[in-house]
């Protein structure tokens, strides 16, 4: 659905994209994780071309007015309605698109009839997504849609968006990486503007940080520490409190080995078994 | 809810449309009654002067239209900028922009009803304060020629049309209304001390906004508008063309 090829953007000195070669596959929900100012809302300006490249090329497979875009924090005319908004974005991009259907779906039917001047953030938020969603779009393009919402929001946001997988192939941008790891099926980490990884949630989840076992001791965990670094299965092992985060070459080693050498350590466990793979941590690994 | 309601709404829910019509209008009844007044509106005041005198010729009708003129194209003016601004600044709220920019194909598309609906308006309030300048000084001075007075009307609403387009310009390569309205009126108010040389002056724009006033004074024939009229059209086309370009140059 969108590829771009040796993308650049610089502003002055400063290079916001370096040589980006995005590839979004169609259908997908595609994560665009980064700090703040990685360059991802660079990127996602000028995928909606309301910015230019310095240099490279951009590829969309739909129509301009198939492509919604949604800035991160959404205003509007405040003497619109919430349904007129709406219907200017319908009536710009698809006359047969439903209003008060996607008011609906934004859980703005209420409100619709009000003024968006005394809209809360959450609620343009919301209002920004049914706009978006109107026109039917092929490819939505989600700029940090939901980082700024009180939790309710949030999850509010997310879902709607998450009711979009199978209409629309959608491009989310987000620094908070567990909404792009609920949300999206493949992802992309972009970082001081070049793109660290792209491609399948599992196979960033996998390949970008190593296997490791949680233990919890009882008593001092230094010495147990000492004790597992020394096996060739042990990639590393951090200490905590009472803790213990032991990085292996392969699970299978953990399976077999680790509770014998738990034991030969003379370690008193209290529990132990695999950590859940976070893209929090896969994105450290791949950004240190 | 096209984007020409959008404007239309604009007008009237942010009661721009309001100022636009209030002020036409009070200029359009107080111009011809502050000029036949004016001399008792002095005498009334004979105390206050301390001794001095001020003796004015008896109002004659083009003295009626003169007043409407000059407060038109002086605190109407600056209205008309601000009004215009508030409509042609396309991304005054950046994000208002961005959501209309990406569903269009074509920025032309967003500031074409901006520029029409704009000027239509400027340009109906400005003739109905004219209108009623007319009327009025027909009831309290004496008539004046139909044929001074539409040709009068068309040109300051050609001057009006070079204003719009000043302002759509500023709009599009300068940030938010403040500094649209500061940048349009700035340019606006060189043209009169360009204007000042005699020579230059009879070919600017500037100099349709007073033939309202100067046609029935007969200052002027309409034959003198023919060079002002024609710049005054070629540089309204040129400035939405620069319009044109400093919106689609600009980045979000």
């Known amino acids: 659905m969108i590829a771009t090829t040796a993308l650049s953007k610089r502003y002055g000195e400063h290079l916001a994209l370096d040589d980006v070669a995005l590839r979004v596959p169609e259908g997908s929900v595609y994560g665009l994780a980064g700090r703040n100012g ?18 490279g090329e951009v590829r969309i497979d739909a129509p301009p007015e198939r492509v919604a875009v949604l800035a991160d924090a959404p205003r509007f005319d405040p003497w619109l309605t919430g349904r007129e908004v709406v219907a200017l974005a319908q009536q710009l991009t698809d006359p047969a698109g439903d209003i008060d259907g996607v008011l609906d779906q934004a859980g703005l039917t209420e409100a619709k009839t009000r003024r968006v001047g005394g809209y809360s953030r959450g609620m343009l938020q919301r209002l ?13 393009l989600l700029d940090e849609p939901a980082s700024a919402l009180d939790p309710q929001g949030r999850r509010e946001v997310l879902d709607l968006i998450a009711r979009l997988r199978g209409t629309a192939t959608v491009l989310f941008s987000s620094h ?14 972009l970082d001081h503007g070049r793109l660290r990884f792209q491609g399948p949630l599992d196979e960033l989840l996998v ?31 951090e200490t905590g409190p009472e803790r213990l985060t032991v990085g292996v070459t392969a699970m299978e080693y953990a399976e077999a080995e680790l509770p014998g050498a738990l034991a030969a350590a003379d370690a008193l466990v209290v529990s132990f078994g695999p950590e859940e793979l976070t893209l929090e941590r896969a994105f450290l690994a791949l950004t240190r | 809810m096209s984007l020409w309601r959008l404007e239309l709404l604009r007008l009237t829910r942010t009661r ?41 010729p008896d109002a004659v009708p083009h003295d009626g239209m003169a007043q409407y003129v000059a407060n038109a194209m002086q605190v109407g003016l600056v209205v008309t900028v601000v009004v215009a601004a508030g409509s042609l600044a396309l991304d005054a709220i950046p994000e208002m922009g961005a959501f209309l920019r990406t569903r269009v194909r074509s920025v032309w598309r967003l500031l074409l009803p901006r520029l029409v609906v704009t000027f239509g308006a400027i340009g109906l309030a400005f003739t109905l304060g004219a209108l009623a300048a007319w009327y009025e000084t027909w009831a309290l001075l004496g008539g004046l020629r139909a044929g001074d007075v539409l040709p009068g009307i068309a040109l300051g609403l050609l001057f009006l049309a070079y204003v719009v387009a000043t302002t759509a310009a500023a709009a599009q390569w300068t940030k938010g209304v403040l500094s649209t309205v500061m940048v349009a009126l700035l340019s606006l108010l060189v043209l009169p ?10 070919w600017l724009p500037s100099s349709l906004a007073t033939a309202l006033a100067d046609l029935p004074a007969d200052k002027h024939d309409l034959g003198h508008y023919v060079r002002p009229a024609a710049v005054t059209l070629v540089t309204t086309a040129v400035l939405i063309y620069v319009a044109l370009v400093g919106a689609r140059r600009r980045e979000l």
């Open chain 1, 38 to 55: 990685a360059g991802k809302t660079t990127l996602i300006g000028i995928l909606a071309g309301l910015r230019r490249a310095t240099s």
């Open chain 1, 128 to 140: 920004g997504v049914a706009a978006a969603i109107v026109g039917r779009p092929r490819l939505l």
């Open chain 1, 176 to 189: 908070i990486l567990g909404d792009v790891q609920e949300v999206c099926d493949t992802v992309g980490v």
């Open chain 1, 207 to 237: 390949g970008a940080a190593g296997p490791r076992y949680e233990v919890r001791l009882r008593g001092p965990a230094e010495p147990v520490a000492e004790a597992l670094r020394r096996h060739p299965w042990v990639t590393h092992v």
């Open chain 2, 16 to 56: 721009r449309g309001l100022a636009l019509f209030t002020v036409y209008l009070l200029f359009g009844f107080i111009g011809p009654l502050t000029a036949r007044y004016l001399n008792d509106l002095l005498e009334l005041a004979g105390d206050d002067l301390e001794g001095a005198t001020i003796e004015l």
């Open chain 2, 193 to 202: 001390v360009v204007g000042a040389v005699d020579v230059i002056g009879q």
